[in-house]
């Protein structure tokens, strides 16, 4: 997904602890090398946002139902969200 002059993608990355889990890479429109989220100009751990772009969750909306298929978290996220948004 293009957000301004840069292009974003969610990634799964397996861990032998933790399991699966979603991490972004970004590189410019033009080209080059993916980069770890962490290495954005404006990244910040201590933010609710980690400082990266607030169109990330874009990304995420339209990627989650495939993301949900390798991390369990997210299927059950989508799972609540869909029992909420049935009528009463």
Known sequence: ???????????????????????????????????????????????????LPARLCDLYEAEAPQLARFVPGIAARLARRALQELPA
């Open 1 to 51: 997904m293009q957000i301004g002059k840069h292009l974003w993608r969610a990634i799964v990355i397996a861990h032998p602890l933790y399991g699966n889990n979603v991490e972004y890479e970004w590189r410019n429109a033009a080209g080059g090398m993916w980069l770890p989220a962490r290495l954005w100009s404006g990244y910040d751990p201590d933010h609710y946002d980690h400082g």
